[in-house]
């Protein structure tokens, strides 16, 4: 990797669309990086249900229309105090339960039984996973890049990106646990997946007890401490953007595919994925650029965005 | 983490029903940690038959009936020597093949065929599992506190619990491999899945060697080499005691249910508990304590043991 | 472990058999080690179609039909220079893209259409896999020592052995995503089971970069880093084979089958598998050597390579 | 069942939201059973882009929102020619292929690569299957009542309702091997767990030959053979209508989850239902309108459409 | 199968030993089949709490520690009128929901949460599947000899015996839907797996309707409707037993598995079994008899009573 | 179908490659309609080793590399008598413990410990079974067409075929049951996935007896029951003969895949087989003949035998 003076700018469409996101791009290569940062300011950066449905909406909708030729993204927390502080605890809509008898009389409460109303609350949880699993639907790699506080859902939030980057003041707590909840978005889930000392993670997770940095690199969580962390992330994207995205986004499908199966499943599955992606100008243009010891010049994927 | 005195005395009712268990609880918080201790001092707390059918009693029938509220267990062995020496070598009924050709006269082995002879096998080695497998399926959090020898069908035991603590003289083996089988308990299906270095963990599983506390957290196996062994898996129970009991057991279903499961496969299931959980009276609990800084008080679960 | 002082000669049978293999077994413990080495010196051990082939036939066929008391493998890269410096570019038959576009003439190209070409990719690549993944299937444990390069499908072949030992010296590369493709051998199922930080994992498969032996022990892709690589792991391979063959092959056949299992269904299988293999003589063979302070003396498995 | 006069009129707000399906209710049950026809009468009902997404849109967002208590939907055919012919060939949008070649020069086309092009069909059949899938996600029973014409797409549509009935005329046919691809939207997955002779029902995917309803009959895809479809439909959706949509959402809930999972996975999942479904009151209305030989009268489930 | 003049007595260690179960063996092949009757004659052997758990004591820990020779083992109801009429509602204990509100005073129950009593559930319906899935785990087969009601439980527990057989007047029902339940004791399970029209599966699973021998011969729950019932199963039974009792469990651990898994996991696990079985002495018997034409005589396989 | 007078002659290279396959052409169609016939007259066509591995070696490397234009097979036995009467009974090679006391002295044998031993015996049931799975993984559609005997390991061949017809005079059994093992070359595996009453399957697989066609096509086994058999197999092979190959090679895959996975899995696959195979040229070479009233004219797939 080469030095690299990071620098970006409001994204043209995006940056209006949104609320509680910040969109820009690097002015370097601006069709190539973009980078997100989740906006609320005053509270930590806390995912409010309108945040939280706007990550979704991102993911799963929006990256897949522009007609930009978007590689890498980059998801970071507004200014340098936290990733994020977790869920909006003052926002209502995001807690089933308290919803219920707060924002309906007594009376009307009695008449939905238990049943019913527990019932309800499954396709609830569902809809709020699936906001952060579009990360890890999303056909291009996002690199979370971490510094100060990022708990609760933000570490749901994290272990759903790709690639983890943090800085040394980062913070990070299973915070759900302290306030009498299981993390139900993807902690339990994806955590133990991607680090390698299981005692550790249940410890972190039945107690919600804060853990720093050096404790996420010990265990796995991040690749690295980064001195200078935005710099960090956008060599790395600046790296894997110089790659043939046909080439990137197929190693996503697969490592993501494979996590959840027997090898011999992940093997039939890129078999199956190279048979079609083998056929690409991709492998020739890269084969000849490196006997001429030149760049190679890949052309973005039209209009695609999930896996 | 406060410090904390460590002391604790014999529990009223079960300190007499098990005998090769030692069980206690610390005096601190009576009700909340129970320790449980490994009792053979004279062969290194070696596992006996009665010992293996006592754990598995222990965990999968008496700790779900008790009137106590219990939310963390400490398993360890009696005394400072060993967690446990494995398998007790001396116990014949522990052997099936060895049983077999010792305990029946020559003639009447030969009318069993060899077929009949090993189909009657699995049940056995099904059931010597289950004891252990208990321990996972148990809903409460178990804590390892190791020091000493742990080999063999210790290896096997303390992979079922949830953390594993050691001292800086814990020497672990996977030591089946060296008196000729296959270690059928456990450990080649859990250490592998928590910890981060298979290389390192095929070495152990192929050659049956010693590996000190340095390297068992290189590995990932423990979370950490404690200076003051009990002391810390106190202070750890306490931590995890202070949180809602319903939320650490859902936390270590969904943990238990995810590490088998596609990511999707564990998101469902954990939405399925939570519509249930989160019609807890520990969510508003929790909120208003941590409003008015004050500790949340939970209640007991009432008995229940199981996952 | 003593110290080793480490020789080895060519196997009298198999050394002639081969032409990209050099095979050869270790003088001191004749039957019980054999040597592989990946044979290409003016291409760095690169992997042409030939050697592929090889290397399947080897695993899959050749080893369970010798007489010899086989119980270890070493797989290691000729000279000093290169495990494998991956795919041999040059050899147009691995490519089958191009060879489409190179050995046909444009008109009889053009009369098979696309979805024809693409669906015989799949059973190429799956044939190419199968030649890696026979080493996992092979009922004995096989070492990597690996020094110099280890890129491309070098990494696909390392992460198909048991253990890998490396030098300081070894560089790394996940290169296929820099040639324009996901890596379809192995890597992208393998690597991830037996590391331990995905988010680094992640990195290395998007950008294709170096990394060095020291990364990859913190990510644990090996066990160690070695200073005099063949005799560590001659002496490794030496402890292996003083232990049980049916011991150690029953612990291989449960590792790889319970990696991709739940917990539950390893265990079930395991205790099938000791079901039989209880009713061995090598464990009374361990246990009164044991007593006797002696090595125990097992007989070898006769003509058997698979798990 | 009693006999029953069937009648039904367009729904208030349901029928003018939707162009190419007639949604009506049962005038005599009217917040019960919804009737959904597939209207493109000129085409036999062929399924345009646009009916393919709003039969997605109903299942997935609109029933779950109405306030009305529906509790079984009839989907049926408009008129008495056709289910539905399957496939709107006339519908350029439907086919990626054709698409391409149609609506983009042949010049662009020629810019984007094959692996291009064909790696984003992927992400639209997806969105295709889900329109159907939504059927089987959807709480709330789905009856196909059929008569005329069943084929291609028609029988996908079918295959992801809950219960078949048809009239003596009906026709069916696996069309899309007899126009060159292979069925992608569920017949191939859902046909063979439906049925019971696996032989026959791959005579009829490799021929796409028509079959009739007797065949039906004797492969298991329908339940009968109905003299008066409506009326047989309607009696039987009263029928269900009659029972607690709990008990029947949580009865389909099970089924559809249990159909793809191990038995033991199966009654994991219906405890986990019914720990929290046993607390209705749906129960003690049941079990009490039973003494007094009256009609159980059981509350609607407030918004919920989705398993 | 010959003709067969049926009679039986009572077991004379058993039948003492079980109060809800009537237990005899067959008078002309005494160690090889066993009867066992559903007894509760005043409400249609209606299944008592105390009934739920003799069926599972019996099928988990007894039969395996019996001296006998037992084969095969035949279970019907007490007398002619039923099978059993499913859940005895009249037994509180049976019912979680109804229990807490009956035997607690008001003001206890309100001490509870919702989430805490729910969550105690799961267990006792676990506990509860457990007894029935007991039969399936039986490594000997289970034949249910049915005639007049079977309804609710009785369907559940005919749904995990191996065989069903019934009379012409036999009437079964998915009853628990008519009283607010989703059925959780297997018929949701198991029913569709053993079946061949899931559309007719669903129509009797959401309505609860009855549907009598006819329609269960069609949908494939049972194997024939028998004029002459007890003697058809005995007739079928004496045919098992005399088949080497390790081939027939070998042949339901085999099924049993293979029902809920690949096909390629069902060979793997099949020849895995076999590579013990293939040492048995019944295999020359079986073929030694045959050449002689005489009738093989085979050993019984010692207390084994699971798969 | 139109009528089909049948005839077919010997294929010109493979008729004089086996031994104990015949295998012809249908003259009409003759690169489109393999005949192959189990060849052993003197024993009702019954399996030898040698027979077995030509099955193996014909459906896994010889189909894939003719340049015939093969598009389906049909399999069925020499003569009239028998499809094939199961084992060659006589052929030592094929029982793995006779062989053992059998070939080799008294005293060798005593030798190899039981472990040991049995320990083989997998690897080569796993090469019998992967001799008929061949079959399943052939991509061109194979049917079995039965008249006489077809016991034992017949059935275990005609359940890994496509599609079954058979003559009136046909009779099966699952035979291994009699001769004292459990059938372990697929049977119990697929039998009970291709028909739709377990009940009665159960029955045949434990008692062994025989059954005809008519319960054959009443559990579902066979399509139909032909009178004349050849004849009706021709045209149904004649009838997908005429389809696109690859739309009929994509529909086998997606099947067979299918079968062993959850729906969505398997929707998820077959979007990525034909996110590939939408690219064909058939589909509007389909439509436009469909248009013209023409027959549409398909391509041959070159060399491919594999899904």
Redesign the interface.
């Given at each position: 990797?080469t030095s690299f003076p990071a620098s970006f700018g409001p994204h043209p469409i995006l940056s209006s669309r949104f609320e509680t996101l910040k969109i820009s791009w690097a002015l370097k290569c601006p069709q190539h990086i973009l980078v997100v940062e989740l906006y609320n300011p005053r509270k930590r950066n806390a995912i409010s249900s309108k945040m939280w449905r706007e990550i979704g909406h991102l993911f799963s909708n929006i990256i897949?229309q522009l007609d930009d030729d978007i590689r890498v993204i980059i998801l970071k927390g507004y200014g340098h105090q936290a990733f994020t502080a977790g869920i909006d605890?003052g926002d209502a809509s995001l807690?089933?339960?308290?919803t219920a008898t707060t924002t309906t009389t007594k009376s009307d409460e009695e008449?939905?039984?238990?049943?019913?109303?527990?019932?309800?609350?499954?396709?609830q949880?569902?809809d709020m996973?699936q906001c952060f699993?579009a990360i890890?639907q999303c056909a291009i790699?996002v690199i979370a890049a971490m510094e100060g506080t990022c708990i609760g859902a933000g570490l749901d939030l994290c272990c759903a990106c790709?690639?983890?980057?943090c800085a040394a003041n980062t913070r990070f707590s299973v915070r759900?646990?302290?306030?009498?909840?299981?993390?139900?978005i993807?902690t339990?889930?994806?955590l133990?997946?991607?680090?390698?000392?299981?005692?550790?993670v249940?410890?972190l997770?039945?107690?919600?007890?804060f853990f720093d940095a050096s404790d996420a690199l010990r265990?796995?969580?991040?690749?690295?401490i980064c001195e200078n962390l935005m710099q960090d992330a956008l060599c790395?994207a600046q790296?894997?953007a110089t790659?043939?995205p046909?080439?990137?986004?197929?190693?996503?499908?697969?490592?993501v595919y494979?996590?959840?199966?027997?090898?011999?499943e992940?093997?039939?599955?890129?078999?199956?994925?190279?048979?079609?992606?083998?056929?690409?100008?991709?492998?020739?243009?890269?084969?000849s650029a490196?006997k001429q010891k030149s760049k190679?010049q890949?052309?973005r994927?039209?209009?695609?965005?999930?896996l």
């Open positions: 990797m897949g605890l807690f089933p339960t308290t008449t939905v039984d238990i049943a019913r109303r527990g019932i309800s609350f499954a396709p949880i569902r996973q699993t890890e790699p790709d690639i983890r980057l759900e646990v302290q306030i009498g909840l299981a993390a139900d993807g339990l889930q994806r133990p997946k991607i680090t390698g000392n299981d005692s550790r249940r410890e997770c039945y107690t919600g007890e265990i796995g969580l991040v690749s690295r790395l790296t894997i790659n043939s046909l080439a990137v986004t197929g190693t996503k499908r697969s490592l494979s996590r959840d199966r027997t090898v011999a992940g093997l039939d599955h890129v078999a199956m994925h190279n048979a079609l992606a083998l056929m690409t100008d991709d492998i020739p243009e890269a084969v490196a190679p890949f052309q994927i039209p209009k695609h965005s999930r």
